[in-house]
């Protein structure tokens, strides 16, 4: 006998993204035209105006690393160097750097030229950014220039950007992308290029935790390595990140994750009070997580913030799963693709909602099938206003739509909420290095409030 479901759906609202943490008229739904016609979100707050570049390159692709360089400095295809799209940040030196490594070595074996050179490099000289041009290789071989280069430089404190010479080679991907280099640029020197509207009230501290699974060997057991970031408020203004890996010998997965969610809270008051800010503290800390959070887990997180508020109280906080890996599909029959539009919500019951972030505008722009919605749980041990609950878990929903406005890795970006998409790459550079690196760079202070990961 069939049976028949009957779930009901609505849009949610759709952001408007600000140009200016001032003046609420420079707003754009597009990140693109927005940030064209307004520029930079922090533009007329107090950042640094004079960086220090340097740019490494293999000996065989010095005319790749001199075209960035010309590209940054003065401007190439439509890009018009990066004082321009910044607004007033203008590169002072932009030093050159080659390696003497040969096109047909292995990976590896580059890897360890690429290492040797840069920590000579980064004992001589502190820059503010550092380019590295390396050869493509695919994101999980670790023993490859791109990790070894940013670990490298990541331990040193100093953010960097990689870009393969075979994407600077060809004018077609070249021109496409300079603008999003130098968009994730601008980021990881700690700025802030857009953030979506929001309400004021409540103020929440929204903190993502995300993962990254390796395998040793092929029938090897599996490591998981864990990510976070913070949101400011509801705007997805970055603010801080932590890394957590479950084989830290020195400290339990809990007691790390207790210090993590301290360190979010102290860092959400430092930013209030660079703002004279009165009221420092978040009103409400909300977890989005790729998983259930179990009991020994908020039992740590319920220490870490009772260690950071005032008082040892407790602040209300909402525990939010976030699963992207469902067999949900949602479909429009009025329309010819069958695929519904972005921001389309279901509801699965009173805690629990459907949510696709990407819908027909993307596909009808790139050509990209189906995307699953995400599955968002509101959990009931979340200690929040019980009696409302129903409500929260619509506007959280909201909030996640808003956080997937506001990935600085792109222009056309892929619409994940930034509170797992950040945490997943943070997770990925823990899992690319040892404990021992990874205490460098997680204790690196330079690193602390940029986003050097993107």
């Known amino acids: 006998m069939n049976q028949t479901a009957i779930f009901s759906s609505e849009q949610v609202p759709n952001p408007n993204l600000r140009f200016d943490y001032a003046l609420r008229v420079q707003t754009n739904q597009s990140a693109f035209e927005g940030f064209r016609r307004w520029g930079p979100y922090d533009k007329n707050q107090p950042r640094k105006t004079t960086i220090n570049c340097a740019i490494v390159y293999p000996s065989y692709a010095r005319n790749e690393a001199r075209r960035v360089r010309e590209a940054f400095l003065n401007g190439m295809f439509f890009f018009r160097g990066f004082y321009t799209f910044s607004r007033g940040i203008r590169i002072n030196r932009f030093d050159e750097f080659d390696i003497n490594v040969k096109s047909e070595q292995t990976l590896g074996s580059q890897a360890q030229v690429y290492k040797l050179e840069l920590e000579k490099l980064t004992q001589e000289n502190k820059w503010d950014l550092v380019f590295c041009v390396i050869p493509h290789s695919q994101r999980y071989i670790l023993e490859s220039p791109y990790y070894s280069s940013k670990l490298v430089l990541s331990a040193a404190g100093i953010p960097c950007q990689l870009l393969t010479y075979e994407k600077i080679r060809s004018d077609d991907t070249f021109k496409w992308s300079l603008a999003n280099v130098a968009l994730q640029i601008y980021a990881k020197l700690g700025n802030i290029p857009w953030v979506a509207e929001a309400p004021d009230?409540?103020?929440?501290?929204?903190?993502?935790?995300?993962?990254?699974?390796?395998?040793?060997?092929?029938?090897?057991?599996?490591?998981?390595?864990?990510?976070f970031t913070t949101a400011y408020q509801n705007n997805g203004a970055f603010l801080s990140f932590t890394g957590i890996t479950t084989n830290n010998s020195s400290q339990t997965y809990?007691?790390?994750?207790?210090?993590?969610?301290?360190?979010?809270?102290?860092a959400y008051k430092d930013s209030r009070k660079k703002q004279n800010i009165s009221v420092s503290e978040p009103q409400r800390i909300v977890f989005h997580s790729f998983k259930k959070v179990g009991y020994r887990e908020i039992e740590a997180i319920e220490?870490?913030?009772?260690?950071?508020?005032a008082g040892s109280s407790l602040i209300p906080y909402a525990l939010l799963r976030i699963d992207d890996s469902s067999n949900f599909?949602?479909?429009?029959?009025?329309?010819?693709?069958?695929?519904?539009?972005?921001?389309?919500?279901?509801?699965?019951?009173?805690?629990?909602?459907?949510?696709?972030?990407?819908?027909?505008?993307?596909?009808?722009?790139?050509?990209?099938?189906?995307?699953n919605p995400y599955i968002i749980h509101l959990d009931s041990r979340s200690k929040i206003d019980d009696e409302n609950m129903v409500d929260i878990t619509t506007s959280l929903v909201e909030q996640v739509y808003r956080l997937s406005k506001v990935n600085w890795r792109g222009f056309n970006a892929s619409s994940t909420p930034i509170t797992l998409g950040y945490s997943r790459l943070i997770a990925e550079v823990v899992a690319s290095c040892s404990p021992e690196v990874w205490s460098q760079i997680s204790s690196e202070g330079n690193l602390r409030d940029k986003a050097w990961f993107l």
Request: hydrophobic fraction near 35%; charge should be positive.
């Open 201 to 227: 009230h409540p103020s929440d501290l929204i903190v993502g935790i995300g993962k990254r699974e390796l395998r040793e060997g092929r029938f090897g057991a599996v490591r998981r390595y864990m990510g």
């Open 254 to 266: 809990e007691e790390q994750l207790a210090t993590a969610i301290s360190n979010a809270i102290n």
């Open 329 to 371: 599909m949602l479909f429009d029959d009025d329309h010819k693709t069958y695929l519904p539009r972005s921001r389309f919500s279901v509801t699965l019951g009173p805690l629990q909602r459907l949510l696709l972030t990407e819908g027909r505008e993307r596909y009808e722009h790139r050509r990209v099938g189906f995307t």
């Open 303 to 309: 220490s870490g913030i009772k260690s950071a508020s």
